[in-house]
């Protein structure tokens, strides 16, 4: 048996008779599926590349009393230097995608370890669900578990309170008995759930007195009896080759509706019961929320580097980078890389204890996700701007390649001031993989909500920044004059600005 869990393991733990849909048919495997597979074995590599003998020290630790290491990610840090530590294991990690796979495992692990923290917030309200979440942390760190989460409610109809939807569409508890409790309805949008072990429930929006059927917790294995997952359309089932679709093909994480149709959860799964003042808590009063969103800033740190490549070669593959203009814009683009690891760094240098656990600056890391969610659709515009035709200008599919006529062609006219025909469109098709396609364009709309619309995300903002030390600069300066003063000073003959 090998120090850590391996891909192998993992791709033999999703052949579970879990429940997914896909284009109106029940999908068998997801392991073996042409809409999932690689995606699939994307995850898997995670697991294989922390338990590389060279990569052990970097990617995993040694869990209390497991005889096998564990993904980094599940680590809480009691210092800046372990939070340090965590991080680079999270970016080598990100690295292997790009920064593509969003709900990569270390997203929930930090979401978890975060809310472990704060176990008191739960102990306070309810023993019970506070024991359930620390022994279900603790099992899936010994573990190492793919976990992802649903916590938000399907979009409907947005002008109603979720107690005021319609019947069955939010996921609320229908029944309870001495063995747990019966849920039914849906969550949005089970990212990765393809291919995680486990799923996290739970309600992140702002419930009311009333809402208690709505106001839950729970983890479920993604093969519990009636759990049913609809997968959006598949971006890797549509990919024509590696060639032709390098990040679609591999990295298509999935998103999809989960609905639960009456599905039991054992009362040893039950974090929040019926209460909707603890669904917040257990997100804003614990670390969760901060750690799961400062994993999301790791992840991005890579991507937008990627990014930034991408700009980079692209003006080389047509002859631009040294034109005045276009090495103003890639500057610019450069100061905006500085600035998404300038913020990362600012959020670790920064943190502060929470009893033995070391957080990252929770002010500072809403202002890197009101900021990134804005950044990253102007980023794509950039290198759009930046590369005007020759994203389009591409052979139909790799199978142009065959046709020897067509290829004496592209050799022709696939011309480049830096690269060879074919090297050309093998970066172009990446390129446009990236930032154009149907997969590219999904990461935009990723990158702009994943953390909520822009009006959540101020509103954390708004929250947590130090208002008082703002207001006290003003009233500091306020206090320095006053009415009285400068009319008795103009009384005395005293000028302006005396
Ligand atoms: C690709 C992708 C993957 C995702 N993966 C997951 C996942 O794995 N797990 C998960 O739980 N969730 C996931 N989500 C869901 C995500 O968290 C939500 O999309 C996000 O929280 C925004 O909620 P919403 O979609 O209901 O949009 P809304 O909150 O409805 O906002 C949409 C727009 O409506 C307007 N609006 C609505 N309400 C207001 C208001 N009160 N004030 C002002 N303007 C308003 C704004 O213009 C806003 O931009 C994912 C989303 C995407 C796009």
Not at 6 to 25: C, F, M, N, Q
Not at 205 to 230: I, T, Y
Request: net charge negative; charged share 25%.
């Amino acid at each position: 048996m090998s120090d850590c869990k391996t891909g192998a393991e993992h791709i033999k733990s999703l052949k579970d008779g879990r429940t997914v849909y896909l284009d109106g048919e029940l999908v068998g495997d997801v392991t073996e599926h042409r809409a999932f597979r690689n995606a699939v074995r994307s995850a898997a590599a995670l697991y294989d590349f922390q338990a590389r003998p060279e990569n052990l020290e970097l990617m995993t630790f040694a869990f209390d009393g497991s005889n096998r290491r564990v993904s980094r990610a599940w680590q809480m840090p009691h210092s800046y230097d372990e939070m340090v530590q965590r991080r680079k294991a999270l970016q080598a990690w990100a690295a292997l995608s790009c920064g593509f796979l969003g709900r990569s495992p270390d997203h929930l692990a930090s979401a978890l370890i975060g809310q472990r923290m704060g176990i008191e917030v739960f102990r306070r309200r309810s023993p019970e669900c506070a024991k359930a979440l620390a022994g279900y942390v603790d099992y899936a760190t010994r573990n190492d578990i793919f976990l992802t989460y649903v916590i938000i409610n399907p979009q409907a109809e947005r002008s109603k309170d979720w107690g005021e939807q319609k019947e069955d569409l939010v996921a609320r508890i229908v029944d309870e008995d001495s063995s747990g409790m019966t849920v039914r309805g849906a969550k949005m949008l089970g990212t990765s759930s393809i291919m995680a072990n486990e799923v996290l429930v739970a309600n992140l929006q702002p419930l009311k007195p009333g809402e208690e059927d709505l106001a839950f917790s729970c983890a479920l294995p993604m093969n519990a009896k009636g759990l049913r997952v609809l997968s959006r359309k598949s971006y890797e089932a549509h990919a024509v080759s590696v060639y032709d679709n390098p990040l679609s093909s591999r990295f298509d994480e999935n998103d999809a509706l989960m609905y639960f149709d009456d599905v039991k959860v054992p009362w040893d799964r039950v974090f929040v019961h019926r209460d909707t003042d603890l669904c917040r808590a257990q997100f804003h009063d614990t670390p969760g929320h901060a750690y799961q969103n400062y994993q999301a800033q790791i992840r991005l740190s890579v991507k937008i580097a990627f990014l930034a490549g991408l700009a980079r070669r692209i003006t080389e593959v047509i002859g631009t980078t040294k034109i005045p203009s276009v090495a103003e814009q890639l500057g610019h683009l450069a100061a905006q890389v500085g600035m998404v690891n300038a913020m990362l760094s600012g959020m670790e240098a920064s943190g502060s204890h929470v009893g033995e656990w070391y957080v990252p600056n929770k002010h500072y890391m809403y202002s890197a996700q009101v900021l990134t969610q804005e950044l990253y659709p102007r980023v794509i515009q950039t290198i759009r701007d930046l590369a005007g035709g020759a994203l389009i200008m591409l052979p139909s599919s790799v199978d142009d390649f065959a046709n020897e006529d067509l290829r004496r062609i592209i050799d022709r006219t696939q011309r480049s001031a830096a690269f060879a025909p074919e090297q050309k469109v093998k970066f172009l098709k990446a390129a446009w993989d990236a930032i154009g396609s149907e997969f590219g364009s999904r990461h935009t709309q990723y990158e702009m909500f994943y953390a909520g619309a822009r009006f959540v995300t101020t509103g954390h903002s708004f929250r947590t920044f130090d208002w008082d030390h703002a207001t006290e600069l003003v009233d500091a300066l306020l206090r320095s004059y006053d009415l009285d003063g400068v009319l008795e000073g103009r009384r005395n003959g005293a000028g302006q600005a005396e």
